[in-house]
T-cell receptor, first 112, second 115 residues
Framework: KNQVEQSPQSLIILEGKNCTLQ??????????LRWYKQDTGRGPVSLTI?????NTKSNGRYTATLDADTKQSSLHITASQLSDSASYIC???????????FGAGTTVTVRA | DTGVSQNPRHKITKRGQNVTFRCDPI?????LYWYRQTLGQGPEFLTY????????KSRLLSDRFSAERPKGSFSTLEIQRTEQGDSAMYLC?????????????FGPGTRLTVL
C-alpha cells in the first residue's frame, strides 16, 4: 500500500477559481513534506517544503498546509490560471532516509 | 541553464534493442537518483548514487538495467533487450547532502517508447 495518498485523482476548474488538493501520508518517522508541480512531459518542480514544525507555507498563489498530528497536508491554489494546469504531487521524506515517498498526483485542468 | 539535464528527451526503440540515457546533475550536487514514472503515477525509485558509488538499487531494476556514474558527475542508465513494459518516463534528480532539507531537483526526463 502506498504510504502517500492523494485526492482527488483529477479535477477541472474554471480560470480564476480556487481549488484545494489533499494528501494523507503514513510515512514515519516524518522529516518533511513537499508539493511538486509537474507539467505534462516535464520533470517535477518543487513548489513548497514543510518540516514538522511548519503549518503553512506559501509560494505565490500556492499555499500548503501541514497537520503532522493527523498526517495530512493540503495545497490550495488561489485565482487559478491556465498555466496551473499540471499534475501536483505530494512527496514525503522519512527522517534519515534519502528515498522519497510519492503520491500518484492530482491532475488539475484549468479551463478558460 | 544550471539545472538537471537529461538526454535524449524522447527515445523510440524496437523491442529487444538496447538504449542508454544520460543525466547531467547540478554541478555541485553529489547525490544522484534515477526514477521511473508511468502515466498517472508518481515516480518510482530505481537507484541512488552518492558521488560515484551506487549505494542502492530498487528491486524494480532488473538485470537488464544498469546505471553508472563513473566520475561522480554525469550518470548513464542503460536498458538491455528492451521490453514493451519498459515504456515510461525516466527521471533523474540530484541533491546536495549539504542542504539541510536535501531537496531533489528533477530533470525534464527521457520518454521511452518500446514498440
Amino acid at each position: 500500500k502506498n504510504q502517500v495518498e492523494q485526492s482527488p485523482q483529477s479535477l477541472i476548474i474554471l480560470e480564476g477559481k480556487n481549488c484545494t488538493l489533499q494528501c494523507n501520508y503514513t510515512v514515519s518517522p516524518f522529516s518533511n513534506l513537499r508539493w511538486y508541480k509537474q507539467d505534462t512531459g516535464r520533470g517535477p518542480v518543487s513548489l513548497t517544503i514543510m518540516t514538522f514544525s511548519e503549518n503553512t507555507k506559501s509560494n505565490g498563489r500556492y499555499t500548503a498546509t501541514l497537520d503532522a498530528d493527523t498526517k495530512q497536508s493540503s495545497l490550495h491554489i488561489t485565482a487559478s490560471q491556465l498555466s496551473d494546469s499540471a499534475s501536483y504531487i505530494c512527496v514525503v521524506s522519512a527522517r534519515n532516509d534519502y528515498k522519497l515517498s510519492f503520491g500518484a498526483g492530482t491532475t488539475v485542468t484549468v479551463r478558460a | 541553464d544550471t539545472g538537471v539535464s537529461q538526454n535524449p528527451r524522447h527515445k523510440i526503440t524496437k523491442r529487444g534493442q538496447n538504449v542508454t540515457f544520460r543525466c547531467d546533475p547540478i554541478s555541485e550536487h553529489n547525490r544522484l537518483y534515477w526514477y521511473r514514472q508511468t502515466l498517472g503515477q508518481g515516480p518510482e525509485f530505481l537507484t541512488y548514487f552518492q558521488n560515484e558509488a551506487q549505494l542502492e538499487k530498487s528491486r524494480l531494476l532488473s538485470d537488464r538495467f544498469s546505471a553508472e556514474r563513473p566520475k561522480g558527475s554525469f550518470s548513464t542508465l542503460e536498458i538491455q533487450r528492451t521490453e514493451q513494459g519498459d515504456s515510461a518516463m525516466y527521471l533523474c534528480a540530484s541533491s546536495s547532502r549539504l542542504a539541510s532539507t536535501d531537496t531533489q531537483y528533477f530533470g525534464p526526463g527521457t520518454r521511452l517508447t518500446v514498440l
